[in-house]
């Protein structure tokens, strides 16, 4: 199949999703800063060897950017664009690659269904954490597969959300993964579309695809616990539930925090894989 035959959408003829779609932490700056803590070597570990100075690489969904400037220096002096559909994380990103002296990289503002990019002009397109929150994903994978070269490389970081685990054990914190997830779907996201990311990008025309996995752990202690209730505080805004306990949700973060040897276990499943030369 080629990424001509006809694929089940559910996006308007201009790349906007038809369901609501909205990111679940939109214009967030605790969060943002939250995840700035992700860098390649454990989000993008399995497409590090598969990079080469000089390529020309597209972030999709950069938030704010700590990826992405690990990128551009693994394709210096090749350029990397990061975009997000976010404007808060952005500017974070310009701030770090100021900071870090990246002039190869640049952030702009820009949807995922509709890359303001001719055809054919990345070698390579990278994706973490974002297919989740997308009501169209086999739309983003078409437009993915549209604006990379021939045989140009995608990689994809989904967590494994069904399958997120925590030690010690608490029921309240359990819930918690619980009502995040269901707030994404709320938001009109598929948050277990990584499970199925592969046979996604098999329908859109893609090739020599792999489907692999690692886990992300963040040991517990009082910065992660703090960055954990910083993490949930927009969450807040939407759960009542969550509102109700907010006081019993922070204590919890802190006592998983303080417990000696606790640790936080995110599954993430990553895709690569390659158009076609022709």
Known sequence: MTSADPL????????????????????????????????????????????????????????PGSITVDLAAAVAPGE????????????????????????????????????????NTFDVVYSSQVFAHLNDPSTALREIYRVLKPGGIVAITSAANQDIFFWPDDPLLT???QLYIDQVAKNGGQPYVGYEQHALAAVVG??????????NFIHGSDDAATGLVGFLEDLRKTSRELEEQAS??????????????????TPLLELIARKPEN
């Not at 190869?104 to 990019?117: A, C, D, Q």
């Open 248 to 265: 019993a949700v922070e204590a919890a973060c802190r006592r998983w925090g303080s417990t000696p040897h606790a640790y936080w276990a």
């Open 8 to 63: 089940p959408s559910t996006s308007h003829s201009d790349g906007s999703p038809k369901t609501k779609e909205q990111y679940t932490h939109q214009g967030d700056v605790t969060a943002s800063r939250y995840f700035q803590f992700r860098r390649a070597e454990q989000f993008a570990g399995f497409l590090l060897p598969k990079l080469r100075a000089g390529m020309h690489l597209l972030d999709c969904g950069c938030g």
């Open 175 to 177: 819930r918690i993964v």
């Open 206 to 215: 893609f090739q020599e695809i792999e489907l692999t996995g690692r886990v």
């Open 80 to 119: 990397v664009i990061g975009i997000d559909a976010d404007e808060t994380p952005l500017v974070l990103a310009c701030a770090l690659a100021q900071e870090m002296g990246w002039s190869n990289v640049r952030f702009i503002k820009e949807s995922i269904y509709s890359l303001p990019f001719p055809d």
